[in-house]
């Protein structure tokens, strides 16, 4: 009985991150907006929310396929590998830093330092892809910047709509 128990919670587990790595590729392939170096999008939010819904393991493979394979079907394939490094470093700040908090000072603290994650990773990305330190900074921080807020906009609106629908939020 606990044996088949187990094997229904790891099914579970693979539909809900499946579920997830699909959101985060649609939310960033698909709703985005093209910048000279790439392009600003939302699913960095699911990110968040796979960090705290889904164990860690789970949560990281989810953030780096589906943030990779968003790069894949949006014509990026230079940073297929630099987005799977950067997904999985925020999904693990994330889960790392709210302690699993959905809501409040810790989650807040854990979107900020994703903003910083995301802006530092894809300056270095950048600054090995085409050179040039100083200039990738100025071009890629504003992207990441409004992409980093604008994720952590789009989270906690997530997370408050579901706490109104009974969604169990912490």
């Known amino acids: 009985m606990k044996e088949r128990k187990s094997e229904k ?3 579970y587990l693979l539909v809900q991150t499946g579920m997830m790595t699909a959101l985060i590729c649609l939310l960033t392939a698909l709703i985005h907006i093209p910048t000279p170096t790439g392009y600003i999008h939302c699913g960095d939010a699911m990110i968040y929310l796979a960090a705290v819904t889904l164990p860690t393991p789970y949560a990281v493979c989810a953030a780096s396929l589906g943030g ?3 790069d ?3 014509g990026y394939p230079a940073y297929i590998l630099p987005t799977a490094i950067i997904k999985a470093l925020l ?3 994330f889960r790392s830093i709210s302690g699993n ?3 409040g000072k810790r989650a807040l603290a854990a979107a ?6 995301t802006i530092i ?6 600054a090995v892809l085409y050179g040039n330190l100083f200039a990738q900074l100025l071009e890629t921080t504003p992207g990441n910047l409004i992409q980093g807020i604008g994720s952590a906009v789009l989270y906690f609106g ?4 579901m706490k109104k629908s009974g969604e169990a939020v912490n």
Do not use: P
Request: some cysteine; aromatic content about 12%.
């Open 91 to 93: 999904a693990i700040a």
């Open 68 to 70: 990779g394979l968003a």
């Open 112 to 117: 900020a330092v994703c903003c910083l994650i």
């Open 72 to 74: 894949f079907f949006s």
């Open 158 to 161: 997530i997370v408050r709509l």
């Open 101 to 103: 908090q959905r809501i």
């Open 9 to 11: 919670r790891k099914l």
């Open 121 to 126: 990773g894809y300056w270095l990305a950048a």
